[in-house]
């Protein structure tokens, strides 16, 4: 058996053209597991084919709306004629990019006359000369010559996994161009980021504002976010970042974190995942906008100014500063796991003292109602837990006045 796949184009009139796609062939008496349904090399056929024939009609249809001068009505003399590359999601495309010179009704300079005469009264008397012979009308269509679809899975892609295995993937399932590269994945990934870059806004010491009467006065907002935040050292790959060549020059603090929204208003009330949640990266000593990007992330997670939000985070100086003043009823949490750790440490190290002081003043009588310097650390872990910080504080201060001693 055959299947033949056949492409309709229906214009605005009404008029129909067809154009076979594709043609596949099964046999009636070997069907097997393997045959049934398209294969995928079949699936990458089909998806290139049914796009070229749509590029080709879309932009077709595009340059014989354009070909007409828009002042005089007259279609624009064709100079040269040479097709051009279009990489898209379903392979690279070959496309009509005709060279036109202008229309001499508009290469005239403004219908400049002398005063004694009148100038027509037509749309070309206020348009400007041009300052080209002749132009390729295609550059308006595509100003690039990769889709946005292709764009977008190479950057979202990309950010996942290396570029490499990006652009396995890609030919793994789609019909990309065969010569579409780890480079290029790169590059486009790189461009997209820079554009993205030149979108955010200035930084500012404080992102949100607003009175208590006016943010009282706000519609009800979504559940809260939750943000952690933690920073880490990496050494460079290559390179010093100080201008006097010593080894600190190599290392740069990467701060990472994501954000999360338990619940919007709209969601059901049994929804099992989180409304939205997203990951951010960035280093702050070569970041010039570090808090707008932090906002702008949470401004896409419709963050308002009566929102609860929540940051998480080490207690570093550097992590610390980059939410402050970025919400008018932000709330900083210090993570439980990393003092948690710290006073783990402080416990080992209690054990060895405690060993020394057995061996080398064990003739000297101690009171045996005291508690030993592991059980004390261990009482301030547990006023941490319970939020008394006062009574934390306290103790370690009394453990440093008697260590001292």
């Not at 943010?215 to 933690?230: A, E, M, T, Y």
Request: hydrophobic residues 35%; proline residues 6%; contains cysteine.
């Amino acid at each position: 058996m055959q299947f033949r796949i056949e492409l309709v184009v229906i214009a605005d009139d009404g008029t129909e053209q067809r154009q076979e796609s594709v043609t596949l062939t099964r046999s009636e008496n070997e069907v097997r597991l393997e045959t049934v349904g398209l294969t995928l090399a079949e699936s990458k056929q089909v998806l290139h084919q049914l796009q070229q024939a749509v590029v080709e009609r879309q932009v077709e249809a595009y340059l014989d709306q354009q070909r007409p001068c828009p002042h005089c009505g007259k279609k624009r003399r064709l100079k040269q004629s040479d097709p051009a590359l279009f990489r898209t999601l379903f392979g690279l495309i070959r496309v009509s990019n005709p060279r036109w010179r202008q229309c001499s009704c508009h290469c005239r300079p403004c219908h400049t006359s002398r005063p004694s005469q009148q100038p027509q009264t037509t749309n070309s008397d206020t348009a400007e000369p041009h300052t080209t012979t002749t132009f390729r009308p295609l550059a308006a269509l595509l100003p690039e010559r990769t889709s946005p679809e292709l764009l977008y899975l190479e950057t979202k892609w990309a950010s996942l996994a290396s570029y490499g295995l990006t652009t396995e993937l890609l030919h793994e399932v789609l019909p990309i161009d065969r010569k579409h590269s780890a480079i290029t994945v790169r590059n486009h990934t790189l461009r997209a980021a820079r554009r993205k870059e030149k979108m955010l806004g200035d930084e500012q010491a404080i992102c949100m504002e607003g009175s208590p009467a006016e943010l009282s006065r706000l519609p009800i907002p979504d559940g809260p976010l939750s943000v952690g935040l933690d920073g880490g050292i990496v050494r460079a790959r290559r390179g010093t970042n100080s201008t006097n060549g010593d080894r600190s020059g190599n290392l740069f603090e990467v701060i990472a974190g994501k954000s999360i929204l338990s619940f919007r208003r709209d969601d059901p009330e049994d929804a099992a995942v989180p409304a939205s949640d997203k990951c951010f990266a960035l280093v702050q000593s070569f970041d010039k906008k570090p808090k707008r990007r932090l906002f702008e992330l949470l401004q896409a997670q419709g963050m308002k100014a009566n929102q609860q939000v929540t940051f998480f985070s080490d207690g570093g100086d550097t992590v610390r500063r980059l939410p402050a003043f970025l919400h008018p009823g932000a709330e900083h949490i210090l993570d439980w796991f990393h003092p948690a750790m710290k006073i783990n440490v402080l416990q080992q190290c209690a054990r060895g003292l405690e060993k020394q002081w057995s061996a080398h003043v064990a003739h000297m009588a101690r009171d045996p109602e005291e508690e030993s310097l592991e059980r004390r650390l261990e009482s301030v872990k547990h006023y941490l837990w319970h939020g008394n910080t006062s009574k934390a504080l306290e103790q370690l201060r009394w453990l440093a006045a008697d260590l001292d001693c």
